[in-house]
Every structure is written in C-alpha cells, then in structure tokens.
T-cell receptor, first 115, second 113 residues
C-alpha cells in the first residue's frame, strides 16, 4: 500500500518550453503533497507543499510563477516548469501523505533535462 | 529553523563490516526522525522511523537506529554490510506531525568486496 507514482520518469525538452510532471497517489487519498528538487550528488530541497483544493505554499527562494503546482484532486498533483532553462535540469521528486499518516510516501522521481 | 547534519558525505566499508552513519539534528522539541535510502535515479525508500515510541528502532534490510535525545542524534547502523547496501542514505527530521521534512546532506556508502 501507499504507492506514489510519477510521470514521466524522464523528460528532455528544449529551452523555453514548458514541462508538466504528474504525481499520483495510487491507493490512498493524499491530502498533502510535497515537491522536492535534487541536484546531482546533493540532498533533497523542498520546493513547495500543496494541500488539495488550495494554493501551494512555496519555500523561500522558489519562484511560484516558474514552478506552477496544482493539486486539484486527492490523488493528483502536477508541477509545471514554465519556460524551462538548462539550470532547471534536475531530479524532481514528489511525496504524499494522508490524514493520520506519520510519514510521507515518495514517488520514484522525474529526471528533467533542458537542452 | 530545523537543521540536520550527516557527518561524512562518503563512507567506505568492507563487506561484512559494521555500517555506521551519523545524524544529528537541531530541535527544541522531540521530533519525528527518518532514515531513507536512495539508489541511483530512484526515489526514496524508507528504512526506518522514530515517532516517539521506542528509542531503538529496527528497520528493513537489517538496519536500526537509536534516538538519543541528550545527544540530539539518530545514528543508523547495520552489523554486517552487504554489497546491496551501496547507496545514498538520508536522515530527515519532521519537527511536528504533518510538518515538512528537513533532510541532511546525505551519505554515500561504498561497500568493498
């Protein structure tokens, strides 16, 4: 149980285009979802927290107009990287939790490469 | 703000030897503590968690960790390393239930045959 999927697992795009990454909770209702960014050989940095039906809360230094997060249902959150540039290339990981859970459940990650 | 320190970004152990990964946190209240493992190009897998029950926590794959409040530590150990333990390990702290996680910098474990 408590499985989180991400799609796509890997994406390559041209500079200036937008890319959407999906995060789904497959067997539970995720009241809260989190988006992390991980640069090579570094730790995970929280980008934003989203609760179903409300606006995401972004961490300091994360551009909300650059990284659009939508959590429209209890099983789906999306991260859209708008006008992507090479410096946005990274590994993006989502996690989700349900009410009463004492842990987050992580997705497998999405590798974004911007050419 | 919460901070998590993992001492040693790289640890090299021989197969069969003890694995010890150190984690210290800063928190004025007892937190929830987690250890995760990450294999290349994959997400995080939970090894174990401390959520204010027993201070010695047993996890998967033979790992265990001990919460020491006086030392604000949560070190991870495994008595006998296996080649499959080669991975990146992250310690994380959640200051209160439902709050966000703060990760340590990670420790990469290399297992020598």
């Amino acid at each position: 149980g408590a499985v989180v999927s991400q799609h796509p697992s890997r994406v390559i795009c041209k500079s200036g285009t937008s890319v959407k990454i999906e995060c789904r909770s497959l067997d539970f209702q995720a009241t809260t979802m989190f988006w992390y960014r991980q640069f090579p050989k570094q730790s995970l940095m929280l980008m934003a927290t989203s609760n179903e039906g409300s606006k995401a809360t972004y961490e300091q230094g994360v551009e909300k107009d650059k990284f659009l997060i939508n959590h429209a249902s209890l099983t789906l959150s999306t991260l859209t990287v708008t006008s992507a540039h090479p410096e946005d290339s990274s590994f993006y990981i989502c996690s989700a939790r349900f009410i009463g859970a004492n842990e987050q459940f992580f997705g497998p990650g999405t590798r974004l490469t911007v050419l | 703000a919460q901070s998590v320190t993992q001492l040693g970004s790289h640890v090299s152990v021989s197969e069969g030897a003890l694995v010890l990964l150190r984690c210290n946190y800063s928190s004025s209240v007892p937190p929830y503590l987690f250890w995760y493992v990450q294999y290349p190009n994959q997400g995080l897998q939970l090894l174990l968690k401390y959520t204010s029950a027993a201070t010695l926590v047993k996890g998967i794959n033979g790992f265990e960790a001990e919460f020491k409040k006086s030392e604000t530590s949560f070190h991870l150990t495994k008595p006998s390393a296996h080649m499959s333990d080669a991975a990146e390990y992250f310690c994380a702290v959640e200051e209160a239930a439902g709050n966000k996680l703060t990760f340590g910098g990670g420790t990469r474990v290399l297992v020598k045959p």
